[in-house]
């Protein structure tokens, strides 16, 4: 029986990084989205509005989200996990795990300061459309990545269960 139940770990393991590699793949299409559209919008969105502000602020986000999910689908390894053991699976499970919660978190600071800026706005002597442009992007960035993330870890935790479930 236990031999039966650890020839699923291979299987656990690579399911795992595919959920990694599929993750990744739809932070790249949201961030690649967000470039086409912002970039499109940026130019036709007139000087020192908020409305450019808000398209510039999503421009820098999602290059960086692109390259957050380039490196994590390059670093998914479905077909290089078939040898790890279950104490290193567990390891990669949760460390990953602790990874996206941190994320969430993060998200929720990134609303919070969208909030903060636009609130600033009210009573800055210079640029207030940049600080509500910039604001309007944290809010839909950060509410963006906190449905992903926290969406993202309850697919993910279920890989958890099935591998706790080899150790009984």
Known sequence: MAYLLLDSL??????????AERGMA?????ALLNLLISGYQVNRSGV???AVYFHQMNLGWNFVNVALAVWGMLRAQPNHVGGLTLPDSLTAQFTFEKIL???AGLDVAYVCIGSWLRA???????LPERLLGFGRSLWLQGGFLFVFDVSFYLVYHQQASRLLNLLY
């Open 101 to 103: 919660l941190f994320n």
């Open 48 to 50: 020192r509005t908020e």
């Open 120 to 126: 600033r706005a009210a009573s800055a002597d210079r």
């Open 10 to 19: 291979p299987v656990i393991n690579q399911t795992r990084e595919l959920l």
């Open 26 to 30: 739809v932070l790249g299409a949201w």
